[in-house]
Structure formats: structure tokens, C-alpha cells
């Protein structure tokens, strides 16, 4: 019996993806839970698991071409893998460079492949503006120019595996001195005439949308239609967080040193236990309530903006966070996320605190009902005892969703916050 394998939905906000590279090809055999493609969302570049175990019969969406959330990608023959090895498999790869059903919009963005791609395109060296996301994250870490990287994906798109090949083998002084840059121009004469066209060339430079970048345009647009935000903001006395931090990286207690944001991820779980308004949603006139505590954790990247879910955080002790959160960071920057990574968040905490930034109101996350924006913790005078002391302190504001919270829950919320991070050696104990 075939079984179809559909595009799933890899994060809350996905309605379709590209396939840029299929893992298995027709013939193979395939287990439950085996990579199968990676595919390209709004957010990042993802894996696509198995869903069941047999033999890959058909691939019905070819490398480069895009598919709506639940259309069939592909059909899974079961019980087939022990007839496998008697029937002949099918190619190996596709043989297309790009898929003819590519959405228009899809081709006009730098990042994808051209619909029009021919075979001799996929040899030259391909340029940076056709690496995939997390190709281009893995060459800046590796200090790969991908000038002189080919591309093996569709239409000759960089991805990882390119990268991680050309950071084992870089080429010799020699062959990058001799090979110009991908659409360098060799002739003077030509390279006068570019310059007298830069010269004249329009003060506004148009740059297309990609993929992450329409989506947080749409989402952000939505958000502003149909939540009406209200702010409130406090100021916290991060001095013994301070204390508490400096004496656990002196203790070596934890195999990941906790930070001033696995400190406020955990006191902001703890929080919305207690004040559960703002872990909730607005369905239908209706509230819902959420029965776990599910941080989203803004991540920024080349392009925009993910953000990772961090599950059941109440319930972690402050070194599981922290090495939870360390995960989730490493992935961010290599653009890999498993399903799980991108869904089911149900508040989410936005630190800008690594830069000089006093304070600022992020933007609500639909369907979320709340959102946490953490400015920097700075030195500042304070009264103490009607003494003028120093302390280090941080400022916070949280978003909220008028309809279903008002602003003495909001407050509520933001004093329980202060009082767990004031007094963070109960984050330490709590189990």
C-alpha cells in the first residue's frame, strides 16, 4: 500500500515550502523518522522525517519547486523494503536543476533558483545570493567564500553540504587568484563603462522581499490590525542576579554557564504560572488558556528575525534551561530546526540586552497574548533607604493583548517577574 508523504507544517507561521534538496531517491529504503529533504520555510531551512517505513516509489515535488502545506510530496510504498533490492530503483537524483510549477514570486527572489536555470548554470560558481540561509550562516563561520563554492542544489544553489565540502578542501592562492568573481567584469573597457552607469545609476536601490521577510511583514501587519496593544514597563534590581551569576561561573556548578537571559527565561515561566492570563490566546471570543509554558526565544538572524520554542519551561530546572536554550541558539545560526523548534509557543521573551539599548515594546506574536522586551542592564542611581546607591538594573516592558488582558494582570505579572529575578536563588532551588 502507498502511503503519501505531504508537506507538513514545520512552524506556526508556514504555508509552504520549497524542497531544496531530497535526502532519498526513488528506489530507496526509508525508516520511520529518516531525513528525507530539506526543505526551505518562511523561517529557516528544516528537515523533513519519514512519517512511516517502505520504499520511496515516486517523488511528486522536485528539487526547487514550492508545495502548499498538505499537498503531496511524495508517495512511500510500505512493506516494499524487503522487495526492494529485486526491483530496479529509479534515478538517483533528479536530473531538472529547478521544478516548472515555481511560483512567480518565488523566482523573482535572489535566494531561489531561476525557473529558467539551464544545466551549465549548475557547474559555474555560483554567488552568494544563491546559497540557502544556512549555507551562507555555515560559510561565515567557516570563513568560506562563496565565490568559489558550486553549488549542488537546484538551478546550482549552495547549500550546507556545498559549504561544509569547500571548508575541507579550499582552493589553492593559485585558483582563486586566477578565477574572477562571479560577474566581474575582465574588460577595461567594459569596466569604464559599468562605472560611468554606477555613476548614474538611481539613488534608491529596490531589494526583494525574502522569503522570512514576507512573512514577518505579514505577520507583524496582522498583528497591528487585529491586536490592540497596550505597554507595561518596570524596572528590575538585577544586582544579586548579578552575584548569583559571577558565583555560579566561579563554581563550574553547570556544564553550560548560566546567563543573565537563562535567569529570565526561567523567572519568566515561573511568572506566567501564577498569572496565566498572559500565557493564553483569543480564539473565537473566547480566551484559551494554555496548559503548558511554552517560551518562544527571539532569535535574530542574517535576514530577520525566529523564534525557537523553548518547551515546558516551568518545569526545567536553571541548568536545563540553559542548555536548552544554547541548543536552540546554535541551531539559529546554523538555520536548522526540526519541527518541534518552531511551534507551539505560547509567550515569547525578546532580549536586546547585548546592546546599549535602555528599553523598547516588541510586537505581539499571534496567536500569542503577551510578549517580554528585555533592554540591557546598566549601572544606576538608586534610593535605597533614602541613600543615593549604584545598582545594576534592567528595565522590561511587556506587550499585551487588550482584549483579554488588562493592565493590573499585566502589572501583576511584571511584579512577580521582579521579585523571582531580585531574590534568583529561588530560580537555582526550584525543581
Not at 97 to 107: I, L
Not at 189 to 202: E, H, K, L, Q, Y
Not at 323 to 351: C, I, K, M, P, W
Amino acid at each position: 500500500m502507498s502511503v503519501e508523504i505531504v508537506m507538513p507544517k514545520l512552524s506556526d507561521t508556514m504555508e509552504e515550502g520549497t524542497i531544496l534538496k531530497w535526502l532519498k531517491h526513488v528506489g530507496d529504503v526509508v525508516t520511520r523518522g529518516e531525513v528525507l529533504a530539506e526543505v526551505e520555510t518562511d523561517k529557516a531551512d528544516m528537515e523533513l522525517e519519514a512519517s512511516t517505513e517502505g520504499v520511496l516509489r515516486e517523488i511528486t515535488v522536485k528539487e526547487g519547486e514550492s508545495a502548499a502545506v498538505g499537498a503531496v510530496i511524495a508517495l512511500v510504498e510500505e512493506n516494499g523494503a524487503a522487495a526492494a533490492s529485486d526491483r530496479p530503483s529509479g534515478p538517483k537524483r533528479p536530473t531538472t536543476t529547478a521544478g516548472a510549477r515555481a511560483s512567480d514570486s518565488r523566482s523573482r527572489r535572489t535566494a531561489s533558483p531561476a525557473g529558467s536555470a539551464s544545466h551549465e548554470s549548475t557547474a559555474a560558481p555560483a554567488s552568494e545570493g544563491k546559497a540557502t540561509p544556512a549555507a551562507r550562516k555555515v560559510a561565515a563561520e567557516r570563513g568560506v567564500d562563496l565565490q568559489t563554492v558550486q553549488g549542488s542544489g537546484p538551478g546550482g544553489r549552495i547549500v550546507t553540504d556545498d559549504v561544509e565540502a569547500a571548508a575541507k578542501h579550499p582552493p589553492s592562492r593559485s585558483e582563486r587568484d586566477a578565477a574572477p568573481a562571479a560577474g566581474a567584469e575582465v574588460d577595461e573597457g567594459a569596466t569604464r563603462t559599468s562605472g560611468a552607469r554606477a555613476a548614474r545609476a538611481p539613488l534608491v536601490e529596490r531589494q526583494e522581499l525574502s522569503r522570512m521577510r514576507q512573512s514577518i511583514a505579514r505577520r507583524m501587519s496582522e498583528a497591528f490590525r487585529d491586536i490592540p496593544h497596550f505597554y507595561v514597563t518596570a524596572e528590575i534590581d538585577m544586582t544579586e542576579a548579578a552575584r548569583l551569576k559571577d558565583a555560579l561561573l566561579r563554581g563550574a556548578l553547570f556544564a553550560t554557564p548560566i546567563s543573565y537571559t537563562h535567569m529570565i527565561l526561567k523567572a519568566t515561566a515561573l511568572a506566567l504560572t501564577r498569572h496565566p492570563r498572559l500565557n493564553a490566546s483569543y480564539r473565537d471570543d473566547a480566551i484559551e488558556l494554555k496548559g503548558e509554558v511554552n517560551l518562544g526565544m527571539a532569535v535574530a538572524v542574517e535576514d530577520g528575525l525566529i523564534v525557537p520554542v523553548l518547551r515546558r519551561v516551568d518545569e526545567m530546572s536553571l541548568a536545563e534551561v540553559a542548555t536548552a536554550a544554547r541548543r536552540l541558539v546554535e541551531q539559529a545560526r546554523r538555520g536548522r530546526f526540526g519541527r518541534e523548534d518552531l511551534s507551539g509557543g505560547t509567550f515569547t521573551v525578546s532580549n536586546m540586552g547585548m546592546l546599549d539599548i535602555e528599553d523598547f515594546a516588541a510586537v505581539i506574536n499571534p496567536p500569542q497574548a503577551a510578549i517580554l522586551a528585555v533592554g540591557s542592564i546598566k549601572e544606576r542611581a538608586v534610593v535605597r533607604d533614602g541613600v543615593v546607591v549604584p545598582r545594576r538594573t534592567m528595565r522590561v516592558t511587556v506587550s499585551c493583548d487588550h482584549r483579554i488582558i488588562d493592565g493590573v494582570v499585566a502589572g501583576g505579572f511584571l511584579e512577580e517577574l521582579k521579585r523571582l529575578l531580585e531574590n534568583p536563588i529561588v530560580l537555582v532551588v526550584h525543581e
